[in-house]
Nanobody, 124 residues
Framework: QVQLIESGGGLVQAGGSQRLSCAAS????????VGWFRQAPGKEREFVAA????????SYADSVKGRFTISRDNAKNTVYLQMNSLKPEDTAVYYC?????????????????WGQGTQVTVSS
């Protein structure tokens, strides 16, 4: 199983940018599709973005399309989430998740490894 560690969260003003990283260890990272999910207080975990094993396929939630970009560097065992034009409603704990030999799914169920999350807070 792969271990995932998120980093890059923090406090940012509305309209600003932030880049999250998801570093993996333990198995061949290129065998995993990776997704980003987020959970705000009192809300269910929701899909943000996902990327296929080789990075050729990406998908985004409508709420972040055009503002967020997911990418990966398999040589560094890392997936990134570049977040631009941040809004207060983007405030949440952001989690990365890995799906062994699977697709870039938009629901949590297929993902079998999860990080512990990183807090992103966008102030108005």
């Amino acid at each position: 199983q792969v271990q995932l560690i998120e980093s890059g969260g923090g406090l940012v003003q509305a309209g600003g940018s932030q880049r999250l990283s998801c570093a993996a260890s333990g198995r061949t990272f290129s065998d995993y599709a990776v997704g980003w999910f987020r959970q705000a207080p009192g809300k269910e975990r929701e899909f943000v973005a996902a990327i296929s094993m080789r990075g050729s396929i990406t998908s985004y939630a409508d709420s972040v399309k055009g503002r967020f970009t997911i990418s990966r560097d398999n040589a560094k065992n890392t997936v990134y989430l570049q977040m631009n034009s941040l809004k207060p409603e983007d405030t949440a704990v952001y989690y990365c998740a890995a799906n062994l030999l699977g697709r870039a799914a938009t629901t949590p169920t297929p993902y079998d490894s999860w990080g512990q999350g990183t807090q992103v807070t966008v102030s108005s």
